[in-house]
């Protein structure tokens, strides 16, 4: 079994969504990285996870009167502008600045870091021979309507990205068949446990691959369905106890902010298997 560990932006090494976000984890040997896409007022694919700026951004101080900050109501040209970066030493999510885990060099870099472009992120992927998760997000207004699916598809044609290099995944399964039908070359990946408190939502079984949030599945749930041909990946799991649960259950991939800490625990793995 070939796992993907996935580092979800880099967030416990870098500001998320960010390209620094991506080089760190492409440094930390995460087989891929996961990122999210928006969109500006003006058409723009991003990369953003929040509907508001308020958490990632500087956009309350720099448009303060602009409240509640939400992404699709900013054009690029003003996205461009924040600091989508030095939130990360200011607030230090992880708790790695002050572990020493991240250089005062790197923060230093992260200062006025801007929002990329999806094509950025992609660039970026594709050069480095590595690959991506691209979640597609059910957008905010004013652009609930912007045709995602097709723009995102679009890209990664004028782009010439090799289709192994890329996995779509979302909460929005429709989109997800939408793309079966129009790249059936690209692996799709249906993200499921958008509550945290609902049971998981297996719908009919009808993809390949389901990404679901750790907390509401059970091992054996994991041992069942894999036995199956369902592949399974797990997000977003940091604490070993649960990553040694996930492996042993027999999981395809996991989604983690520490793949770093990885190494040590697949080697164990490996030994054992």
């Known amino acids: ?10 967030r416990s090494l870098a500001p998320e969504n960010t390209l620094s976000a991506a080089k760190k984890a492409l440094e930390a040997g995460a087989d ?5 896409v928006g969109v500006s007022s003006d058409g ?11 958490r990632t951004t500087d956009a309350a101080v720099v448009f303060p009167e602009r409240s509640p900050w939400t992404f699709t109501t900013f054009s690029f040209a003003e996205l461009r502008n924040l600091d989508a970066g030095s939130w990360f030493q200011q607030t230090d999510p992880f708790g790695q600045i002050a572990a020493g885990t991240v250089s005062p060099k790197d923060l230093a870099s992260y200062h006025n870091e801007t929002i990329p472009t999806l094509e950025e992120a992609l660039r970026f992927t594709r050069d480095a021979n590595w690959r991506v ?17 097709e723009r ?15 996995v779509l995944s979302s909460f929005n399964h429709d989109w997800l068949h939408k793309i079966e039908n129009l790249r059936p070359d690209i692996a799709v990946q249906a993200v499921i446990g958008f509550s945290p408190v609902r049971p998981l939502d297996w719908g009919d079984l009808v993809f390949k691959t389901y990404n679901a949030r750790h907390t509401l599945l059970k091992a054996q749930t994991v041992t069942e369905l894999t036995a199956k ?45």
């Open 32 to 36: 891929l990285w996961e990122t999210d």
């Open 1 to 10: 079994m070939v796992l993907n560990i996935a580092h979800r932006g880099a």
């Open 44 to 54: 723009v694919l991003i990369l953003m996870h929040d509907d508001s700026l308020v």
């Open 133 to 149: 998760n691209i979640e597609l997000k059910n957008l905010p207004s004013p652009m609930q309507d912007f045709p995602v699916v």
């Open 152 to 166: 995102v598809l679009d890209l990664i044609e004028t782009l010439n990205i090799d289709p192994q290099q890329l």
């Open 229 to 273: 041909g369902v592949r399974l990946n797990v997000w977003t799991v940091n604490a070993r106890k649960d990553i040694d649960r996930f492996l042993a259950a027999g999981v395809s991939g996991i989604f983690t902010d520490f793949p770093q800490n990885l190494a040590p625990i697949l080697d164990t793995h490996a030994a054992k298997t």
